[in-house]
């Protein structure tokens, strides 16, 4: 069955500069969430998305911004990188025009700011 | 806020033993997730829990929820050197499309 693609799967950046993280949630899934994840910590909502929509929102940086698009997939924004922001970032998807709330897990992107 | 507290935070066990975790939330909530992570890995889904007394198994684990103690439990049999890894619970906020508050995670050990 498909899942969750994300892309890239690595990412090395210098502090400040710009990254932008790309998710293509599991067909006919409507709903895409970001969450991050630091070194030995659970993982953080940064931000959901429900048909196209800003649908909640977490503990997300303004520096960092993101959106759905017409096809669904989702890209999150990072600007003036810190290295904070080194961390694995997943994206989720899953189907809520249909009752399925159950979040799939993308396979994640490590990003490295140095 | 809704919290989500999980004990105990790294378990060592020898094969053949049972263990408890344990996940307790502070707030009401409709869904409650147990998820699998081995190190770099994502998050692996075991077990959806969606009203109060449901119990779920697969294989060595089974999984519980109370929604009056607002209390779940991941409960391993017989522990196996395959079950090592990092076991988090996350509890779903109410409304549509709400995020997942994930529990501190249970780092377990299973020596031979």
């Known amino acids: 069955a498909a899942g969750v693609i994300q892309s890239p799967r690595h990412l090395i950046k210098e502090k400040r500069e710009t990254a932008t993280l790309k998710c293509y949630p599991i067909p006919r899934h409507d709903t895409v969430y970001w969450y991050q994840q630091g070194p030995g910590q659970d993982p953080q909502f940064l931000i959901s998305?429900?048909?196209?929509?800003?649908?909640d929102k977490g503990s997300i940086p303004d520096r960092f911004s993101a959106q759905q698009f017409s096809d669904y997939h989702s890209e999150l924004n990072m600007s003036s990188l810190e290295l904070g922001d080194s961390a694995l970032y997943f994206c989720?998807?899953?189907?809520?025009?249909?009752?399925?709330?159950?979040?799939?897990f993308g396979p994640g992107t490590r990003l490295t700011v140095t | 806020e809704l919290k989500v507290e999980q004990n105990p935070l790294f378990l060592s066990m020898q094969e053949g033993k049972n263990y408890t975790i344990y996940c307790n939330y502070s707030?009401?909530?409709?869904?409650l997730y147990w998820y699998r992570q081995d190190p770099g890995k994502s998050l692996e889904s075991l077990f959806v829990l969606l009203s109060n007394g449901a119990v779920k198994q697969e294989g060595r684990l089974m999984a519980s929820l109370d929604t009056k103690a607002r209390l779940s439990t991941l409960h391993i049999t017989a522990a196996v050197h395959d079950l090592s890894a990092t076991y988090f619970c996350a509890v779903e906020g109410t409304g549509t499309a709400s995020k997942l508050t994930f529990g501190t995670g249970t780092r377990l050990q299973v020596t031979l």
């Open positions: 989720a998807s899953s189907l809520i025009r249909e009752g399925l709330y159950e979040q799939y």
């Open positions: 707030t009401t909530s409709d869904r």
């Open positions: 998305f429900y048909e196209k929509m800003q649908s």
